[in-house]
């Protein structure tokens, strides 16, 4: 399966790093890694901490990698809340000659990154 929406409002969004053009090595060397239509999309480190739920231990979060499709704007700068538009997650696995699974995880996508309002319930425009 692929590009799985999922509901990210039960989560906030603090930017720990500057966004970046995503990257990848080619002929020995770091290039922009555009998609096919010549897009180069961004990458955004974000920790994302669980909202607090009445009667539950509050989470702990985690830093996730998100990429995003269009260029977050000059507001979007480490410390800020910012929400997800329209986030979709990817799984990988990798198997050896076996056919044993080696590993697996997930990615993240997004179509763009919004400041988040009051609260980061709604999008500051």
């Known amino acids: 399966?692929?590009?799985?929406?999922f509901v990210s409002s039960g989560y906030r969004f603090m930017v720990?790093?500057?966004?970046?053009?995503?990257?990848r090595e080619k002929g020995g060397e770091m290039v922009p890694a555009a998609d096919r239509e010549g897009r180069v999309p961004f990458v955004v480190m974000l920790f994302a901490k669980p909202r607090p739920v009445a009667g539950q231990r509050p989470g702990k979060g985690e830093e996730i990698k998100v990429t995003v499709a269009s260029e977050p704007g000059e507001e979007i700068e480490e410390g800020s809340y910012v929400e997800l538009i329209n986030p979709v997650l990817n799984t990988w696995q990798t198997t050896n000659d076996e056919?044993?699974?080696?590993?697996?995880?997930?990615?993240?996508?997004?179509?763009?990154?919004?400041?988040a309002g009051q609260?980061?319930?709604s999008s500051a425009a």
């Open 1 to 5: 399966m692929k590009d799985i929406p």
């Open 99 to 115: 056919g044993r699974i080696t590993g697996s995880g997930l990615w993240f996508k997004a179509e763009a990154v919004k400041l």
């Open 16 to 23: 720990t790093e500057a966004p970046t053009m995503k990257m």
């Open 119 to 121: 609260g980061g319930l």
